[in-house]
């Protein structure tokens, strides 16, 4: 991990917002965060592509709730629910947030957790702020470093669920 200053004395320039089914924070929320610290804010909805293809093996099935009724998974089914999820989170997002006033992006990748996010890091140099799925945005963070981030540690990170202050 990194040393250097405290992680919430870094000025946050991008918010890189991770939403998962079923883990997902309250993106007015996080929305709320991004305008306060002025930061561009990257909604990242996070289709794990691990989940997807158990979705489709023969023998994959859900137990419902309250019924607790055996029933087969229907891939499809689940894909119409991960957009239908996805695009209540982009105008979640969009409700909170004035296009013109503040730069936010929003996104759905078709990955593993740490593949989305280390992609959406890659594309800026500033200082982020990470929130995986399901992370509360004033929750206490951990600093680390982008070159010193392994993939490994990513994963980890992420299991983790902490927010994560990561410099360039």
Do not use: K
């Not at 924070?25 to 909604?43: D, F, I, K, N, T």
């Not at 099935?61 to 119409?80: H, I, L, N, Y």
């Amino acid at each position: 991990m990194a040393s250097g200053p405290p992680p919430d004395q870094v000025a946050i320039r991008r918010i890189i917002a991770c939403f998962a089914p079923g883990r997902a924070v309250a993106p007015e929320s996080v929305a709320r965060l991004a305008r306060q610290a002025q930061a561009e804010l990257v909604g990242l909805f996070i289709e794990d592509d691990e989940l997807l293809r158990f979705a489709a093996l023969p023998f994959a099935a859900e137990v419902g709730f309250p019924s607790a009724a055996r029933r087969a998974v229907d891939p499809a089914g689940m894909e119409r629910a991960l957009r239908a999820q996805a695009n209540a989170l982009r105008h979640a997002l969009a409700a909170v947030l004035d296009p013109v006033a503040h730069a936010w992006s929003f996104r759905v990748a078709r990955a593993s957790p740490a593949s989305a996010v280390q992609a959406a890091l890659a594309e800026g140099l500033a200082p982020s702020l990470l929130l995986p799925p399901g992370v509360d945005p004033r929750a206490q963070r951990r600093l680390v470093r982008r070159p010193e981030l392994t993939a490994q540690e990513l994963r980890a990170l992420l299991a983790a669920a902490s927010a994560i202050v990561v410099l360039p």
